[in-house]
């Protein structure tokens, strides 16, 4: 099969630009064989990759990186490893399903991660088992944090309402009525972690190779040829790691939602600024409203004494979008960062980005074998840090024969649902988006 498409991502990875160069992998040159080939570098890619060395320390892999590690997706979210229910299609995160078994799962994950942090000395900074806040504006929202409280002490899980004078003396901003503070997320710096477990990868013998871009993939007899522009590997076991651009590979096309989320970040802060905003260090909000405004602060041992701002979405069937979308929101975004922080008003941001992610109808994932030697560990729902590194783990346990409480869980996921025709699909969601964000206001 031929890949229609390639990723393209407007605007810099952030995370990614704040931490400095990275060092260069080669790209794939010539022809190589391994046993394993992984196609694509973000969290499900090389957290596949690092389960396959703990089942089979001997087998040989190469993980193919479209771009540079941490200039992805992987490099462009907002750096919430969230354990409990965060479902972006409800009123207030709560799941339709078993909640306890996806909280087992989602700790799985954090527990992977933490691992791999330890073994491979990735800097505590970029991992950091904080909790995160469910910030309210509003009665609304703070009835939806209410309800969800309530909903987490049904399953046994502890959390804590902030009042107003708590919320701006974490913040530095009165803008946030209430809050519900949770204290599982980890908070990551997500470049950094993935440059730290790409680093150890290589060293326990991974063969990375950045701009690397597969552009076919075919079956000859018992293996797989993976093309790429400047070579091929043969391998007997081929694990794709593209989250939407699954549907590139010709899989699931016409059932995947294609959006675009968009962020913002400031220049470092000097000591005038932080002097004027207060508030701790290190925090992360996202909103009582899924579609409402997540806010993050950082200090320098992430990259900087920094705020980012994260708001609005696009969706793009062609998997395309823009200069024209990243500037458009980070107008609403500068709004939005004005508005909770008076203080540093007018501040004119640093860097704006748009990250791409996929999500289903019925929020199942598509993690399976596609065909004899050819896994998927792809479809995040938005949640690319917890369900990233769970799909990479259950493909590569897929791949080695390995049964599992993942690889059960996500197997005997339905289908995702088939999306209605274009054009209303695209103009349709669109608006939906719109009048979401609308609704959402101030949150």
């Known amino acids: 099969m031929r890949v229609s498409r390639l990723p393209v991502l407007p605007g810099p990875a952030a995370w990614n630009t704040i931490l400095g160069p990275a060092p260069v992998r080669p790209a794939l040159d010539g022809a190589r064989t391994a046993d394993v080939v992984i ?6 890619g090389l957290s596949a990759a690092r389960r396959v060395l703990q089942l ?24 919430f490893m969230i354990d409990l229910p965060h479902e972006l299609t409800s009123e207030d995160y709560a799941g339709a399903g078993d909640d306890r078994a996806m909280i087992a799962l989602n700790r799985h994950a954090i527990g992977f991660a933490g691992e791999a942090v330890d073994a491979y000395q990735i800097d505590s900074n970029f991992f950091d088992r904080a909790g995160k806040v469910n910030g309210a504006a ?10 969800y409280a309530q909903h987490l002490a049904s399953l046994g899980e502890g959390s804590e309402m902030l009042d107003a004078q708590d919320m701006a003396a974490l913040t530095g901003s009165r803008h946030y009525r209430s809050g519900l503070y949770t204290p599982g997320t ?22 990375i190779h950045e701009t690397s871009a597969v552009t076919a993939l075919t079956r000859q007899g018992q293996a797989w040829k993976v093309e790429t522009a400047q070579g091929h590997v043969s391998a007997g076991r081929v694990i794709l790691t593209v989250n939407g651009h699954l549907e590139s590979f010709g899989f699931e096309k016409g059932r995947l939602m294609q959006l675009f989320l968009y962020a913002v970040m400031t220049p470092e802060l000097d000591a005038d600024a932080l002097t004027k905003l207060g508030g701790h260090s290190r925090w992360g909000i996202t909103p009582s409203d ?13 990259g900087g004494n920094r705020i980012v701002t994260r708001t609005c979405a696009t969706l793009a069937p062609g998997r395309r979008i823009g200069p024209g979308h990243v500037a458009r929101a980070a107008r609403v975004m500068q709004r939005k960062f004005d508005q909770r922080f008076p203080q540093l008003a007018g501040m004119r941001m640093e860097h704006a980005w748009s990250g791409h992610l996929c999500l289903t109808l019925n929020g199942v994932s598509v993690m399976r074998q596609l065909d004899d030697g050819l896994f998927s560990g792809c ?5 690319g840090t917890a369900r990233g590194t769970l799909t990479g783990i259950g493909a590569a346990e897929l ?7 993942i690889t059960r869980h996500f197997t005997s996921e339905s289908k995702p649902k088939r999306l209605p025709p274009q054009p ?11 009048w979401k964000e609308w609704r959402a206001g101030n949150e």
Not at 66 to 76: D, H, T, V, W, Y
Not at 138 to 147: C, G, K, L, M, Q
Not at 291 to 298: E, K, Q, S
């Open 39 to 44: 196609i694509g570098a973000g969290f499900a």
């Open 138 to 147: 509003s009665d609304t929202a703070h009835a939806h944090n209410e309800s």
């Open 399 to 405: 791949a080695c024969g390995v049964d599992s409480a």
């Open 290 to 302: 899924p579609m409402g405004t997540t806010v993050r602060r950082i200090d320098t041992g992430q």
């Open 186 to 207: 980890v908070m990551l710096q997500p470049a950094g972690y993935i440059r730290g477990l790409a680093a150890g990868l290589s060293r326990a013998g991974v063969t």
């Open 424 to 434: 209303f699909q695209q103009i349709g969601a669109n608006a939906v988006l719109r």
């Open 56 to 79: 089979q320390p001997q087998a040989s892999v190469v993980v193919l990186e479209a771009g540079r590690i941490a200039e992805g997706s992987a490099g462009r979210n907002s750096g």
């Open 379 to 383: 479809v995040q729902n938005g949640l």
